[in-house]
């Protein structure tokens, strides 16, 4: 039998319409650095003997800083030309969760979702009380141009063409160029998140998710990212999960609780578990997206339905791997 190893990470940046085709040379290997940089940043904490919630927070705020990924710096813009961003964590060891919903000013949103776990009395907080409660907390807020990104600006515009829908007034103070990596924004789709599963040397797990929600909502929409069971769950007796897709589907299956409960109590394999939720279950359903999962004796998984989703793992005693399209292992 093998042994467990010391820790694990796996890392989403998002699944969608993501192919070789689609993607220059300069934005794959952007892309691939990318979710490089935030596996090792988990890693390193794991390393060092920190616990896995650390980790993910650790990993998911490098993503949230990169304007590559529709979480943080880089979010979508709603159709009133907004980003408002959602964000969920869980622990495994204690199922204690936290997620917070329509963030605006918050920099780290994953960072706030862990502060409702340690400085509040709930699991989820939303809109303008979620900001001030993470102010309350000290934690980093800017202005919310911070977020802005060209790319995903004229994905709004485009995708409100398509609704016959009016253009906001492009925000205050926003950038008008395009230059940096900034410039290497692949459109994935209508969605995207990123996500970050954990396992450390205590044998616990957790996962957290954040997103950027889908470009062009409306009438303050949430997808799954921010919902326990949903977008992200941890359990020690099950294995942690973080998803990312078409989040009405995810939210209508609870596919993150869905995986956790085929793993703890029917006993299936982690991949296994992942490959029946996402390849059967939301594709019957007609839902995209993916999953990365981890589990207590060190398995890792992840599963998507779509030509894409970038991704990484790591663990004690394996190399990285990094992938992007359908055809990687």
Not at 110 to 121: E, H, M, Q
């Amino acid at each position: 039998m093998a042994t467990r190893p010391g820790w694990a990470l796996v890392a989403h940046g998002g699944a969608g319409e993501i192919t070789r085709g689609r993607l220059s040379p300069a934005q794959d290997a952007a892309y691939r650095a990318a979710m490089s940089l935030a596996a090792e940043a988990g890693a390193g904490v794991l390393r060092a003997g920190g616990s896995a919630m650390d980790a993910v927070e650790a990993a998911i705020q490098v993503l949230e800083d990169d304007p590559l990924f529709n979480a943080g710096r880089g979010a979508a813009f709603t159709a009133e030309g907004r980003n408002e961003l959602d964000a969920s964590i869980m622990d495994g060891a204690t199922l204690r969760a936290g997620a917070v919903a329509g963030l605006v000013t918050t920099r780290h949103p994953i960072s706030a979702a862990r502060a409702v776990i340690d400085g509040s009395a709930h699991v989820m907080l939303g809109g303008e009380g979620a900001d001030a409660f993470a102010r309350s907390q000290g934690l980093e807020q800017v202005d919310p141009v911070y977020f802005f990104t060209e790319r995903r600006w004229r994905a709004l515009e485009k995708g409100l063409a398509k609704l016959g829908l009016p253009v906001p007034a492009r925000p205050t103070g926003a950038p008008d160029d395009v230059s940096g990596k900034a410039a290497l924004v692949h459109e994935e789709g209508k969605h995207g998140t990123v996500g970050v599963v954990a396992l450390d040397a205590h044998g616990n797990v957790a996962a957290g998710t954040s997103t950027g929600g889908s470009s062009t909502k409306r009438w303050g929409r949430v997808g799954d990212s921010p919902i326990i069971g949903a977008g992200t769950y941890a359990s020690n007796r099950g294995c942690a999960v973080s998803c990312t897709g078409a989040g009405e589907y995810f939210i209508r299956l609870g596919v993150a609780h869905e995986i956790n409960a085929l793993v703890q109590h029917k006993g299936l394999s982690l991949q296994a578990a992942a490959d029946h939720v996402i390849q059967d279950e939301l594709t019957a359903l007609g839902g995209d997206g993916g999953v990365i999962c981890v589990a207590p004796d060190g398995q890792m998984a992840w599963s998507f339905n779509t030509t894409g989703m970038y991704r990484a793992r790591i663990a004690e005693g394996e190399p990285l791997v990094v992938g992007v399209y359908k055809d990687e292992a």
